[in-house]
């Protein structure tokens, strides 16, 4: 189990939440910079039926179960997943 902070790149999502994203560790990574080491970009996905109302480089914590699992998608390569995440707000 982990609590990871971090920054949102949305992979799958409607107009008004996120299902999939890329947790990634600084604002901007993945779009118009080289994307970060696969061993600093995680792939979340929520619990069904509890996306994140979010949007995109909203900065959030994410907890779960984490495991090394290798991804690859336009926006970058990930080298661990976190599925079923609870996923809130980033607070101090």
Known sequence: ????????????????????????????ACVHVPPPPRNQIVLVTTKPGRPYPGGIFDTVWVAGQMRVEPFRSDLGEAGYRIEEASVTPYTY
């Open 1 to 28: 189990q982990v609590r990871l902070p971090g920054f949102v790149v949305p992979l799958e999502m409607d107009a008004t939440a996120i299902t999939e994203f890329l947790l990634v560790p600084y604002f901007g």
